[in-house]
């Protein structure tokens, strides 16, 4: 009979066993807190008296496997009297004595041995990071051969807390831009276990945050526009009045228009037309941040035009966060049925609910999550008419064009 192979415990299973306490982290923690977790009795599933009657030979061939893979493991045997078969020693009780043996069993000798060595550097160096070592035993080991270079980052900054240069001007050997931010989540974990509450601005979170939390400089967002007003000038003798400021210089400008656009698309930021007292501002997909801080973007009449698509409706969502009034811009049913031919497929659509949506845009958003109108619909909105688009400003008085 198989049934054997599934019944009862097999070598295969005492590993199964012990490479999950490894997938855990179960053993590595042991190392870290010095606790002893051996000897360890496993669970295993043996022959009960009827079987050891019926299957007497699949029992003695189940024994003999066993004890043939034994020595990782150790067995302990009780003496069963049987009324046909006699005295028979079975496996009753399967030990794993030591943490050598469990390591030796699944292969991590070696492993461990370099969890031991960043053990021993972290508690010489910095022990205030072996709590995080225990938390995240497997994501530690992953890093050995560049946790050196961690400890030395955090030295680094508790000797330079708050410093005010930027990342490239860490002066460590083997330490370069790129390996902080390919890092930079751990390394967030880390500063806050080793630095000082001090040396941390606990408001900003999150890794995008990361050199404002630990007080490193970091590049200027910045704000690309349009003044779409040819009556106005910013700029003295240009014609194109296209500029990039940082979002700080920007913030101080409050510029005299009434109309602010946000495009997602770089053509449609560079296409539209003149229209008086107006501007455009070329967006940033998710995330709005370098908009958020300007305050007298508040008083103007703003429009968003995005794509037609789930994740088109998820920013404009994300948009109306920080500006609450915003109107949404040729995002509309109509808009997306005369367009049918420019349909595209969108990859990974967004299925949360959102919340910020007037009553036609949240129709038209879960008509798209649904599928009502045709499988994982978008309309990119550089598919859209040019003459739509003037038609669109010449039918809102607040929008006509100049031109």
């Known amino acids: 009979m198989s049934g ?4 009862w415990t097999t070598p295969a299973d005492i590993r199964e066993q012990v490479q999950r306490l490894w997938d855990r982290g179960t053993l590595l923690n042991a190392l870290v807190d010095d606790r002893d977790l051996f000897p360890l009795r496993l669970g295993h599933s043996r022959p009960d008296s009827r079987e050891i009657s019926d299957r007497f030979i699949e029992v003695r061939d189940w024994i003999a496997r066993l004890k043939a893979a034994e020595g990782p493991y150790r067995i302990v045997s009780r003496t069963l009297n049987h009324r046909v078969h006699g005295s028979d020693s079975i496996p009753y009780e399967i030990w794993i004595d030591s943490a050598d043996d469990a390591l030796g069993l699944i292969g991590k000798r070696r492993a461990a041995a370099a969890f031991v060595d960043m053990i021993e550097l972290t508690r010489r160096y910095e022990p205030a990071l072996l709590p995080w070592i225990s938390k995240r035993p497997l994501r530690a080991l992953e890093l050995a051969t560049v946790w050196p270079l961690m400890l030395n980052i955090v030295e680094w900054l508790r000797q330079h807390p708050r410093p005010a240069v930027y990342l490239r001007q860490i002066d460590i050997a083997g330490v370069h831009t790129k390996f902080i931010e390919r890092h930079r989540g751990v390394l967030s974990e880390l500063f806050d276990l080793a630095l000082p509450k001090s040396s941390i601005d606990e408001h900003a979170t999150g890794t995008t945050n990361f050199c404002r939390r630990y007080g ?24 194109d009045q296209e500029i990039t400021l940082t979002h700080t210089d920007f913030a101080r400008l409050h510029l005299p228009v009434e109309t602010v656009f946000v495009t997602e698309n770089e053509i449609n930021f560079l296409v539209l037309p003149p229209i008086p007292r107006a501007m455009v501002i070329f967006g940033a997909g998710y995330g709005f941040s370098n908009l958020a801080v300007v305050s007298w973007l508040q008083d103007k009449k703003l429009y968003y035009w995005g794509d037609i698509d789930t994740h088109g409706f998820a920013i404009l969502n994300q948009f109306r966060q920080y500006f609450p009034t915003a109107t949404s811009f040729l995002m509309d049913r109509e808009t997306l049925l005369a367009h049918r031919q420019y349909w595209q497929r969108e990859p990974c659509p967004e299925t949360t609910a959102l919340q910020r949506l007037t009553d036609p845009e949240q129709s038209l958003f879960n008509d798209l999550r649904q599928n009502n109108l045709g499988e994982h619909i978008r309309l990119e909105q550089e598919k859209i008419g040019y003459s739509m688009l003037l038609d669109a400003l010449r039918k809102n008085p607040a929008l006509s064009a100049s031109s």
């Not at 054997?4 to 019944?7: A, F, G, L």
């Not at 400089?217 to 910013?234: E, H, N």
């Open 4 to 7: 054997t192979k599934k019944d």
């Open 216 to 239: 490193f400089r970091d590049k200027a967002l910045r704000v690309r526009f349009r003044i779409l007003d040819s009556a106005y000038s910013i700029l003295p003798y240009c014609t």
